[in-house]
C-alpha cells in the first residue's frame, strides 16, 4: 500500500517561496508518477504539477508555470514542490499524489496524502 506523507506548508507573505515534500513509501517509487494539487474552500481540487515516472517529464498548470517547479529524489523516495513568488490566490491545501499508470490525469489518482496547508498574505 502507497502511503504518502506532506510537509512544508505554512504561512509565507505575498512574493515569498515555499518548498513542500511529499515521501513515499509501500512501492518502488521509481515506478510512480507523482503529482500535486490543491484545493480552496468552495473551489473544486485542481491540477498544479505532476512529474512521469521513466523520462521525469513535467508538467504544470498554467496558473503556477514560471513560479512552481516539481522535482523528484528517488534516493530519498521523495517528491518536492518548490513554490516562487507565492500570491494569495495560491492558498489552498495542497495534496500529494501518487499512481502507476503515467497516463492518467493527476486528479485521477489512486493514492494520496493528508494535505499540507499553505497561506499566503497579502
Known amino acids: 500500500q502507497v502511503q504518502l506523507v506532506e510537509s512544508g506548508g505554512g504561512l509565507v507573505q505575498a512574493g515569498g517561496s515555499l518548498r513542500l515534500s511529499c515521501a513515499q513509501s509501500?512501492?518502488?517509487?521509481?515506478?510512480?508518477?507523482m503529482g500535486w494539487c490543491r484545493q480552496s474552500p468552495g473551489k473544486e481540487r485542481e491540477f498544479v504539477a505532476a512529474v512521469r515516472w521513466g523520462a521525469d517529464i513535467t508538467y504544470y498548470a498554467d496558473s503556477v508555470k514560471g513560479r512552481f517547479t516539481i522535482s523528484r529524489d528517488n534516493a530519498k523516495n521523495t517528491v518536492y514542490l518548490q513554490m516562487n513568488s507565492l500570491k494569495p490566490e495560491d492558498t489552498a491545501v495542497y495534496y500529494c499524489a501518487a499512481d502507476a499508470n503515467p497516463l492518467k490525469r493527476v486528479l485521477n489518482y489512486d493514492y494520496w496524502g493528508q494535505g499540507t496547508q499553505v497561506t499566503v498574505s497579502s
Open positions: 509501500g512501492r518502488s517509487f521509481g515506478s510512480l508518477s
